[in-house]
C-alpha cells in the first residue's frame, strides 16, 4: 500500500486490537458478556504483556464497549509459540520495546560456542526491513532444550531455562536487552543456583541411632552401639560376635529444593522452586532375650541378629514457590516391618509385603497427599516425594502457571494443584483433577483461571 | 372604410363604454408596492467562465501533499505514515485547469 494512498480523505479515530478477554471453550469471553471467535487459538495459557513505556492511556468509547471491545495501551502476547495479534513468531522470538520505545522483534538463535539476538524493526507497513544484531558467547549443551518460560513487559529481559529429556531444569540463564535499536546489547547471565538440587538433612536430637550389640567369646553381651559408615559398632570391643537391627528411634528431616522454571512476574526475575519435606520417624523394638538370632539368609543386617519390629511414619509437604507465592500440599504415610515375624504368609492379606521368609513389611496407612490416597499399596518405604511409586515433580503449564505432578508408576497424571504467582487451584478429589489440566495468569492484574482445556488471557 | 367596417367599430366602442370588468385594463400599482426581483441569465454553449462536468485528475503524480503524519494503533505497536493529500489537479469537460486544495489535517 502507498502512503496516503488510501488514508486519504479517511480520519482514523482508533486501530488496533480491541477484543480482549478470557479464551476458554475456544472462544474469547468478552466483557459485555458476548462471545467472539479468536483469530486463532492460543498454543497454551501463557500471556504475555507487550507495554510501550509512556504508552498514553486508552478509553473505550461507550458504543464500542457495548460492542465487548476494549481498547488498551498494551498488547498481549500469548502462548508459547508468542503470538502477536494471532500470529505466532516462535517460542525464541518476542517484542522488544527498545530505550526509545520503538517496538522490534527479537529473534534469539544459537551456533557454536554463540547466541545471537537479531532485531527486526516491528509495526511499521511498507516500509524496508530494519535489522541489526549482536552476539555473545554461550555454552550449549547436547541434550538441553532451551525454552523462553517468561519474558516481562517490555523485552527487556527474558528467561532462557534449559531442561533434559526428562524435562528436569538443568540450566537457567536471565537475558538482558538494552539500548535502541540500531546499538542495542544483549548479556546473559547465569542464574543457575549451585547447587542446582538442594538438599537439606537433619536428625533430631531424641534420636537413639544405637541398633547392634556386641557379645564376647565368653557370651558377655554389650550394646547398643551406633553404627559408623561402614557399618561397623562404634564403641564396641574388638573381637567376638556383632548382632544388627535397626537404629532404636530414627528421628530425621529431609528438605529438597528443585527448580522448576523461572518467572518475570512484575518484571522481576525469579526461580520458580520445587521443595519436597519429609519428616520421617521409626521406633524399633527388639526382642531383648533373643539378641543373637542366626540369620540363616545373611540379610543386609548381618550373621546375626534381634527379631524387631519398627512402625515408621512420615509427614511432610510439597511446596511450589512462584514469585514469592507458595501453594503446598500436606503429605503422610505410615508403615511397619518385621524381622522374623510372629506369623506366616498364609496369615497375611495383599498389603502385607514378603522380602524372604524371615522380612516382612506391612503398609499400616498408604501414602495421602492432600486428600489423594495412593492408589495401590505399596511395598517400598516412602521417604517423601514419592506417591505410588511415582516422583512427585513441579511442571510448568503456563509462564506463570505451575503444577504438581505425578510421574511415573500407577498414579502417573495425578496432579494435585496448580499455582499462579498469588492464586491456585487444587483438585477436589482424587479423580477430578482435569479441571486445574490448564491453567492463565493475566500478566496485568494477575488473575489466575483454570480450566480443563486451554485457558488463556487475551 | 366600408360600412361594415364602421358597424364593427361603433358595436366595439358601444360595449367598451357598458364596462365589462373582466376586460378592463388593471388599476395602476401605487408607487413602491412591488417587490425586489432580481434576473439572470445563464449563458449558452461557448461561454468563457465556470466548470464544465466532469472533472479528471491530471495525474496522480501531480497531487502535492502536506507533510507525513502517523497514527498509532492503542498499543503502541504498529504504525501508519500518512501523506495528507494538499492539492489534485483537474482538467475540466472544457479542458479547462481546475485545482482542489486541501487543508493539512488538525
Known sequence: MTPGERFDQDEVLRFGDPWHGLYRNGVIELPNATTRAPGSSPSSGSSFAIQIPGQPAATTPTEDAAQGMTWLNYAIMTGDDHAVYGRPMGNNAWIYIDADGVPWRAVLTGSSGTMTITLHRFGLFDTAEETYSDSISFVWISGQDMKVDDVDSTGRNAALVFRDASSSVQRVFLLTLSGPGATFTVVVEDETPDPLVSVDAYSFPDSIWGAGWHRTDELDITGPYPFDNYGNLVGAPSGGSVSKALPLMAHYSSTTTTIVGASLVGDTFALVTFTTYAETLSVTTVDMGNLFNIDYYYGPLGAYFPPYHRVTTVTGFERISLAGFDTEVSNEWSGEEWKWPPFDDSETDETYHWVDSTYVTHVVSPIEIDGHVEPAPLSQWSSGGSFSNGALRGVRVANRAYGLDVSGGPGSGTRFFVCGPADNGFSISPDTGSAISNATTHPISGDFVTGSTTVCWV | ?106
Open chain 2, 1 to 106: 372604410m366600408s360600412g361594415k367596417d364602421l358597424t364593427e367599430a361603433l358595436r366595439a366602442l358601444t360595449e367598451a363604454g357598458q364596462g365589462t370588468e373582466a376586460a378592463s385594463p388593471p388599476a395602476m400599482k401605487t408607487r413602491g408596492a412591488a417587490g425586489i426581483s432580481r434576473g439572470s441569465a445563464l449563458p449558452e454553449g461557448g461561454s468563457t467562465s465556470g466548470i464544465a462536468s466532469p472533472l479528471v485528475e491530471t495525474a496522480y503524480a501531480n497531487r502535492t501533499f502536506h507533510s507525513n503524519t502517523t497514527i498509532t494503533s492503542s498499543d503502541g505497536l504498529f504504525t501508519l505514515i500518512i501523506k495528507p493529500v494538499k492539492t489534485i489537479k483537474f482538467k475540466d469537460a472544457a479542458s479547462r485547469d481546475v485545482t482542489i486544495e486541501f487543508k493539512a489535517p488538525a
